[in-house]
T-cell receptor, first 115, second 113 residues
Framework: NAGVTQTPKFRVLKTGQSMTLLCAQD?????MYWYRQDPGMGLRLIHY???????AKGEVPDGYNVSRLKKQNFLLGLESAAPSQTSVYFC??????????????FGPGTRLTVL | DQQVKQNSPSLSVQEGRISILNCDYT??????FLWYKKYPAEGPTFLIS?????DKNEDGRFTVFLNKSAKHLSLHIVPSQPGDSAVYFC????????????FGAGTQVVVTP
């Protein structure tokens, strides 16, 4: 049982390049999330998904797109990377969203640098 | 507009003593609160939570207190151990946000021998 995994762990991009971050979970969770963590700002929600084939915008969605073609996978895409997207990206999943079952399980993170 | 605030970016405590981490929130619709712990180069891991119908929840060395009238919660770690050195995030969810979590900026705890 690997939990939540993310690939890659590190990436350096040049401004304007594109990339996709992959998140996979083996807990059969319906809900999946992408966050970014920046110094002094905690974790901010980029996009989330309430089930296979569905996605929705979070707090900071601009410059990112997502897809959830399979229940266990949640992809985060950057079409044209900008230096402001330099951050650590975390994927998370949860069984549900209410009360005590809203415990989110996090992946190890992807450190992205955009030059 | 940060709805969850952790005003102490860092805390240093001696091994064996109590660590007290504070968190304030502004949204009165929040009804569930969680604390996460994060080590360097790892993702956050769930530590303890509390529902708004309670004012205290205890799990081993960790206790979370909730003061709804003050919109304040705190995490107590007793006794503090070197392995507790990590960043602690406070998070909240509410009935008006579908269940999405709002995170504070985190508090770096360092436990010294």
């Amino acid at each position: 049982n690997a939990g939540v995994t993310q690939t890659p762990k590190f990436r350096v991009l040049k401004t304007g390049q594109s990339m996709t971050l992959l998140c996979a979970q083996d807990m059969n969770h319906e809900y999946m999330y992408w966050y970014r963590q920046d110094p002094g700002m905690g974790l901010r929600l980029i996009h989330y998904s309430v089930g296979e084939g569905t996605t929705a915008k979070g707090e900071v969605p601009d410059g990112y797109n997502v897809s959830r073609l399979k229940k266990q996978n949640f992809l985060l895409g950057l079409e044209s990377a900008a230096p402001s997207q330099t951050s650590v990206y975390f994927c998370a999943s949860s069984y549900t969203t209410s009360g005590r079952y809203n415990e989110q399980f996090f992946g190890p993170g992807t450190r992205l640098t955009v030059l | 507009d940060q709805q969850v605030k952790q005003n102490s970016p860092s805390l240093s405590v001696q091994e064996g003593r109590i660590s007290i981490l504070n968190c304030d929130y502004t949204n009165s619709m929040f009804d569930y609160f969680l604390w996460y712990k994060k080590y360097p180069a790892e993702g956050p891991t769930f530590l303890i939570s509390i529902s708004s119908i309670k004012d205290k929840n205890e799990d081993g060395r960790f206790t979370v207190f909730l003061n709804k009238s003050a919109k304040h919660l705190s995490l107590h770690i007793v006794p503090s151990q070197p392995g507790d050195s990590a960043v602690y995030f406070c998070a909240a969810s509410g009935t008006d946000s579908w269940g999405k979590l709002q995170f504070g900026a985190g508090t770096q705890v360092v436990v010294t021998p």
